[in-house]
Structures are given as structure tokens and as C-alpha cells.
């Protein structure tokens, strides 16, 4: 059965017994949450100084420093978030549960690495480079609503069972 597929059986479980014991037992499920709500912050900040360069035409640089702590902050993510996907699930990637959540920051990363690729090859305007991480940052937040709505589904679970 294909992930997607999975995801549409009934009765489905997000975490087996064993999987919601290692998620509970394992440090990368704390680092996993602070770091979330710290990269939300760095995004909403950075989307900030991104509108205010379009609007006006000033702060190019804040901007763009914001840009690349916001990208600092998905790679670290991305990476401490296949070594909580690894210890709960036994993979580094892709497992059934956050197979469609996984396929979409590779979206995500794509367009953030395009941006950081344009502006230290000096391939794209300012303007186009603020764009593009406009871009990027409407498929983190599609991103961020998929893992927000699976929290929502473990939590419903877990009362469920309790």
C-alpha cells in the first residue's frame, strides 16, 4: 500500500504503541519543539523585513541576513528532524506517517537553497531574489500547517487511547 493510501485507511494510527514510546523517549522530539516555534519566529520576522524592502525599497541587507537565518534554521530542522524520524520510525526519510510532509520540504528546502544558490551567484535583482524567498516562505508555511496538522491528529489519538 502506497503512503498516501495509508493515510486514508480507516482506523489509522499515526504511531504505533512502540513509535509513541520512542517519539515520548527521545530528545529530538524537544528539539524538534523549540526549534519549530524559533524557526515560525525567524520566518515571521525575516517575512516582515522581506514586505517592508518590496514596499519601500529599503532594508535590502536586514533582509537578506533574515533570509539566510531563516534558510540556517530549515537546514537544522531538516536535519534533527530525520534523526527524530529515524529513532521513531527506523528511517531517516519518507516513513508512511510524514511520507507527504517529507516530499513537501523537499519543496521547501528546494526554494530556500534556490535563493541562497541566486544570491551568492548573483543570478537574480533584488527584487527578484525578495520574490523568490516570498516563494520559498509560502511553501514553508504550507510545510508548517501539514506538521501542525499531524500534532493535531497525535493529539487526538492520544486521548482517544487514553
Do not use: C
Amino acid at each position: 500500500m502506497t503512503p498516501a493510501a495509508t493515510h486514508h485507511q480507516i482506523g489509522f494510527r499515526l504511531y504505533t504503541d512502540d513509535q509513541r514510546a520512542r517519539r515520548d523517549g527521545t530528545v529530538w522530539t524537544l528539539v524538534q519543539g523549540i526549534l519549530a516555534p524559533l524557526q515560525f519566529a525567524v520566518f515571521l520576522v525575516s517575512l516582515g523585513l522581506v514586505l517592508r524592502y518590496l514596499a519601500s525599497g529599503e532594508g535590502y541587507q536586514a533582509a537578506t541576513v533574515s533570509i539566510l537565518v531563516k534558510t540556517g534554521f530549515l537546514y537544522l530542522i531538516m536535519v534533527t528532524g530525520a534523526i527524530w524520524e529515524k529513532v521513531v520510525f527506523g528511517q531517516y526519510l519518507f516513513a508512511p506517517a510524514f511520507f507527504w510532509e517529507d516530499v513537501f520540504s523537499f519543496a521547501v528546502i528546494g526554494l530556500h537553497t534556490a535563493y541562497v544558490w541566486a544570491l551568492f551567484a548573483g543570478a537574480l535583482s533584488p527584487d527578484a531574489l525578495m520574490w523568490l524567498a516570498l516563494a520559498a516562505y509560502a511553501t514553508y508555511v504550507i510545510n508548517a500547517g501539514q506538521f501542525l496538522r499531524k500534532l493535531r491528529m497525535a493529539r487526538l489519538q492520544a486521548a482517544e487511547l487514553a
